[in-house]
């Protein structure tokens, strides 16, 4: 467990978010631990477009070099660094990803958004909690997911059906998941978010912590 390694009552600084955000992708993920090496987090994902991931807390130019060299096709980079710092050590064979953001919260009660015409259904698997908002007629019209290790909360996977879309959904989802989340002990949030979900969790809260640059190798 991530909170067995790190002191959750630390400030939330990037190392601290980013730490305890890989461990909580890779209970929400059903993957192997992370493995630090040298300070960057090897999550072995053992998927055939995702074989292997690393974190990088923070940019370091000769880390990056190492594992650039060492790489197979399949293999992922998340970097807490702005896409303009990483792409000019990239070779060729390296795809960038969108913009993402490093995001974290400390959580909070609250009220259950009302919302006509739908209800949610929230369910555990360990430290894996999910939730499903669904339509009258049963539709699966959002979803999302929590990782729970020690203070830390990680938050995946959170999908609104473009068919009910700006309709509060989102928080519903997050609501519910921050809920569960406090009633297993956790104090604070942590996230990964496209930069349109980025803008959804800030009007919740949530504060930026980093730029994330996402990179995947190629076969070349």
């Not at 792409?87 to 974290?104: N, Q, S, T």
């Not at 699966?140 to 609104?160: E, N």
């Amino acid at each position: 467990m991530f909170a067995d390694a790190m002191n959750p009552a630390a400030p939330l600084d990037r190392l601290t978010v980013a730490r305890a955000w890989a461990w909580g992708w890779a209970i929400s993920r059903g993957t192997a631990a992370p493995v630090d090496h040298a300070g960057v987090l090897r999550i072995a994902v053992g998927r055939p477009d995702q074989t292997v991931r690393h974190v990088m807390p923070s940019l370091d130019a000769p880390t990056l070099r190492r594992l650039i060299e060492g790489a197979e096709a399949g293999t992922w980079l998340k970097i807490c660094a702005d896409r303009a710092q990483v792409a000019p050590l990239l070779p060729a064979h390296w795809r960038l990803h969108e913009p993402e953001f490093l995001m974290g919260t400390a959580l909070g009660t609250g009220k259950l958004p009302a919302l006509a015409g739908y209800r949610h259904e929230l369910d555990r698997e360990g430290a894996l909690w999910r939730v499903q908002v669904l339509s009258e007629s049963g539709e699966v019209a959002a979803s999302g997911q929590a990782a729970v290790d020690g203070a830390f909360a990680t938050f995946d996977q959170i999908v609104t059906a473009e068919s009910h879309r700006r309709r509060g959904l989102g928080r519903r989802v997050m609501a519910a998941l921050s809920g569960a989340a406090l009633s297993r002990g956790a104090t604070h949030g942590v996230l990964v978010a496209t930069e349109a979900g980025a803008a959804l969790y800030q009007t919740l809260g949530w504060a930026m912590v980093s730029p994330v640059t996402a990179a995947q190798c190629l076969p070349r």
